[in-house]
């Protein structure tokens, strides 16, 4: 019953493949979000959705292409790796958007870009 | 905007000992603040937050922090630190109207027995 889940955990792969990674909320929540944690901890918000329509998109590389099919999913799908995506991605999702609600984080997916 | 700082990015402490983790924040509007906790290998759980209703939050975990305007400040504190507590500890800021959070660096405690 894990409320919001990430897969894969771990990807590790070549420099220019493409590669996906699906998150999925069982909260009932309207609002979803990805963020990168690189090596020294730092997290930074890419991307949110709110009922399936993008609200945040930060200065992030056009590789990085967020869809969200419906509000309990959000999937991250990146075009031709570089060894700089190397990070923690986190998937996160809240009630809605109102300020003072609480992100419930997913357990990470540790990407490897070799 | 906003945004947060946290000092030290390395906090130690012995076993049963005061735990102080210090964040510091800016916002041109009524800030709600957050602290969330990371352990090893795990995503970020929320701790406490302040949301306007009282300056001293009590959170999980017997953390409590106290909301000062006049100092722009949300220090996080445990009276007495347990092995358990060590970890990544996130200050965070989002303002009022605002869909951002916005986290600050991080600090790692430590607990030695």
């Known amino acids: 019953d894990t409320a919001v889940s990430q897969t894969p955990k771990y990807l590790v792969t070549q420099m220019g493949n493409d590669k996906s990674i699906k998150c999925e909320q069982n909260?009932?929540?309207?609002?979803m979000y990805w963020y990168k944690q690189d090596s020294k901890k730092f997290l930074k918000i890419m991307f949110s959705?709110?009922?399936?329509?993008?609200?945040i998109n930060e200065t992030v590389p056009n590789r990085f292409s967020p869809k969200s099919p419906d509000k309990a999913h959000l999937n991250l799908h990146i075009n031709s790796l570089e060894l700089g995506d190397s990070a923690v991605y986190f998937c996160?999702?809240?009630?809605?958007?109102?300020?003072?609600?609480?992100?419930?984080f997913g357990p990470g997916t540790r990407l490897l870009v070799l | 905007a906003q945004s947060v700082t946290q000092l030290g990015s390395h906090v130690s402490v012995s076993e049963g000992a005061l735990v102080l983790l210090r964040c510091n924040y800016s916002?041109?509007?009524?800030?709600?603040l957050f602290w969330y906790v990371q352990y090893p290998n795990q995503g970020l759980q929320l701790l406490l937050k302040?949301?306007?209703?009282?300056?001293l939050v009590k959170g999980i975990n017997g953390f409590e922090a106290e909301f000062k305007k006049s100092e722009t400040s949300f220090h996080l504190t445990k009276p007495s630190a347990h092995m358990s507590d060590a970890a990544e500890y996130f200050c965070?800021?989002?303002?009022?109207?605002?869909?951002?959070?916005?986290f600050g660096a991080g600090t790692r405690l430590f607990v030695k027995a």
């Open positions: 996160a999702s809240s009630p809605s958007t109102i300020a003072q609600e609480t992100q419930y």
């Open positions: 916002s041109s509007v009524p800030p709600y």
């Open positions: 302040y949301t306007s209703a009282a300056t």
């Open positions: 959705y709110n009922n399936k329509e993008l609200i």
């Open positions: 965070a800021v989002k303002g009022t109207g605002g869909f951002k959070t916005i």
């Open positions: 909260l009932g929540h309207d609002t």
